[in-house]
Nanobody
């Protein structure tokens, strides 16, 4: 089993910054892609950003140039640096990790979610 612990959410004014972290622990043989999703009230969960095992990144258009995803393989941690935050970025943010956990070659794990609120 793999556990994901997220941190870094909170309340920030428009134009502000936050940094989310998601640390994976447990039986981890290899981590493939890591990513961040978000879900705003009344909306479907959407993919925000992903990073592959060799650090190729991908972003949805609405966050390009403002958000940066990165990973520290030694710490099994993925980060999301969010700058120039807008009210429409308000959502619960979830990390997702694709792991070889010794049981399933590629198994999906999700974090518990962290609230990000952008408001003046």
């Amino acid at each position: 089993q793999v556990q994901l612990v997220e941190s870094g959410g909170g309340l920030v004014q428009p134009g502000g910054s936050l940094r989310l972290s998601c640390a994976a622990s447990g039986t981890i043989l290899y981590i493939y892609a890591m990513g961040w999703y978000r879900q705003a009230p009344g909306k479907q969960r959407e993919l925000v950003a992903t990073i592959t095992s060799n650090s190729n990144t991908n972003y949805i258009d609405s966050v390009k140039g403002r958000f940066t995803i990165s990973r520290d393989n030694a710490k099994n941690t993925v980060y999301l640096q969010m700058n120039s935050l807008k009210p429409e970025d308000t959502a619960v943010y979830y990390c997702n990790v694709q792991v070889n956990d010794g049981i399933i070659y590629i198994n999906d794990y999700w974090g518990q979610g962290t609230q990000v609120t952008v408001s003046s």
